[in-house]
């Protein structure tokens, strides 16, 4: 297997895109955060102290997707079209499912876009509630499906 990481001599390098067409791609990733039940019930009655944890979850989470080659070494600036992020709360798991969809039309993926805004709305989670809840669990957090370039489309077998 060739590494395109690197080149002949071993030295790390970013793959060269430039002769790629450009092409629709989306990726949707997804994980989750455990907590206990009361902490759970405060976010969802939004008695939390530092505000709406799902807004400044989803905020902080497109912030960072957008940031993404700036935190991954080899990651390309990527001009992003779309992004969204949406939580489910999942009261008999005592857990919230986060899932990060991203978009754009260009030379190369947007799945570390989409697992970055995951890991760190799940991280704006956690800050938000620490103070009631030390012991919460970020876990999970997986690519479910890309669309686009050459490799073309993967979809996570469930």
Do not use: W
Not at 118 to 138: P, Q
């Amino acid at each position: 297997m060739k590494f395109t990481h690197f080149d002949e001599e071993g030295r790390s390098k970013m793959v060269d895109v430039s002769e790629k067409s450009d092409t629709f791609r989306e990726a949707h990733a997804s994980g989750f955060i455990y907590m206990k039940q009361e902490t759970l019930d405060l976010i969802l009655n939004k008695k939390i102290e530092k505000g709406n944890v799902f807004e400044v979850a989803r905020v902080a989470g497109i912030m960072a997707l957008k940031k993404t080659s700036d935190l991954i070494p080899m990651c390309h600036p990527l001009n992003i079209t779309g992004a969204e992020i949406h939580f489910t709360p999942e009261p008999d798991k005592n857990r919230i499912k986060i899932d990060c969809k991203v978009r754009l039309t260009g030379k190369t993926g947007v799945e570390m876009e989409a697992l970055t805004g995951v890991s760190v709305a799940a991280l704006t989670i956690y800050d938000m509630c620490k103070a009631v809840d030390k012991e919460m669990i970020i876990s999970d957090i997986m690519l479910i499906k890309k669309t686009g370039g050459k490799s073309g489309t993967f979809v996570r077998k469930v």
